[in-house]
Nanobody
């Protein structure tokens, strides 16, 4: 099994910051596209941010300018820096790995809860 381990979630006040991490031991990490998704209660799962093996990024409009996705290939770790957090950012955040080879496969972490509240 591919192991994706999210960490860094928790309770934060509006306007605060959190840094999420997603670590894996798999050797193909550096050649894969990584992404963060989130799912809030009563809503569909949505893409938050994505970064390719070449470090090209894109973001959901709702988080542009506030969130930054990055990767450390040496540590085989994906990050999501979240600033100026809003209550509507409250969700379970999931790490996703997509292989970029001829055979495409998706792998998911178990998720980490982010709650933005006073």
């Amino acid at each position: 099994q591919v192991q994706l381990m999210e960490s860094g979630g928790g309770l934060v006040q509006p306007g605060g910051s959190l840094r999420l991490s997603c670590a894996t031991s798999r050797s193909f990490f550096s050649g894969s596209t990584m992404a963060w998704y989130r799912q809030a209660p009563g809503k569909e799962r949505e893409l938050v941010a994505r970064i390719t093996s070449g470090s090209s990024t894109n973001y959901a409009d709702s988080v542009k300018g506030r969130f930054t996705i990055s990767r450390d290939n040496a540590k085989k770790t994906l990050y999501l820096e979240m600033n100026s957090l809003k209550p509507e950012d409250t969700a379970v955040y999931y790490c996703n790995l997509k292989t970029e080879g001829v055979v495409v496969a998706y792998y998911w972490g178990q998720g980490t809860q982010v709650t933005v509240s006073s």
